[in-house]
């Protein structure tokens, strides 16, 4: 069966609008702190959420895995895992069963190609976010591969040479 361009541009339209709702922060997303209880912690960087507040953001289900923007920690899942992967997992694991906050950034995507929602997490209001206590413990390093928050990008490049000069976790 053969499909028609006029069909293959529907088609094509289709799909772009679908991945445009997945790819933008919902405006009701802006500015806000959503309370969430970490459910797993898959590696130092990456965990699963459970929204506390019956009324997610737009385009979210109440269970969601949340990739920690502006953080890369070593992977896990190489054989043998990299240097430094569990003890990032294990700073991260003290937050599995707790209630966090998450924060959407405005100015990068909402998922990540995996599908994972991109936020900041912060332990409680007013805190630095575990993001960037990843990077100034030496757990992961600043991934500014992806453009988001410049201010934040700036404090996140700024955490990284903290734990380089202080010889913290992966920089010993």
């Given at each position: 069966m053969m499909i028609s361009n006029k069909n293959k541009v529907f088609v094509f339209g289709a799909l772009f609008l679908i991945l445009i709702s997945c790819a933008v922060v919902p405006s009701d997303a802006k500015n806000r702190?959503?309370?969430?209880?970490?459910?797993?912690?898959v590696d130092g960087d990456t965990i699963k959420i459970q929204f506390l507040d019956k009324n997610t953001p737009a385009g979210c289900s109440r269970e969601e895995r949340v990739r920690?923007?502006?953080?890369?920690?070593?992977?896990?899942?190489?054989?043998?895992?990299?240097?430094?992967?569990?003890e990032a997992r294990l700073y991260t694991n003290?937050?599995?069963?707790?209630t966090?906050?998450?924060?959407?950034?405005?100015?990068s995507a909402l998922r990540d190609r995996y599908g994972r929602l991109l936020?900041?997490?912060?332990?409680?209001i007013g805190t630095l976010?575990?993001?960037?206590?990843?990077?100034?413990?030496?757990?992961?390093?600043?991934y500014g591969i992806f453009a988001f928050n410049q201010d934040r990008m700036n404090e996140f490049n700024s955490a990284e040479k903290y734990a380089?000069?202080?010889?913290?976790?992966?920089?010993?």
């Open positions: 702190l959503y309370e969430v209880r970490v459910n797993a912690v920690l923007i502006g953080v890369n920690t070593p992977e896990l899942t190489t054989t043998p895992p990299e240097y430094y992967a569990n003290q937050f599995y069963r707790k966090v906050f998450l924060e959407f950034d405005t100015g936020a900041y997490v912060y332990s409680d976010s575990i993001n960037e206590q990843l990077i100034a413990g030496g757990y992961g390093i600043y380089q000069k202080n010889r913290y976790g992966i920089w010993r």
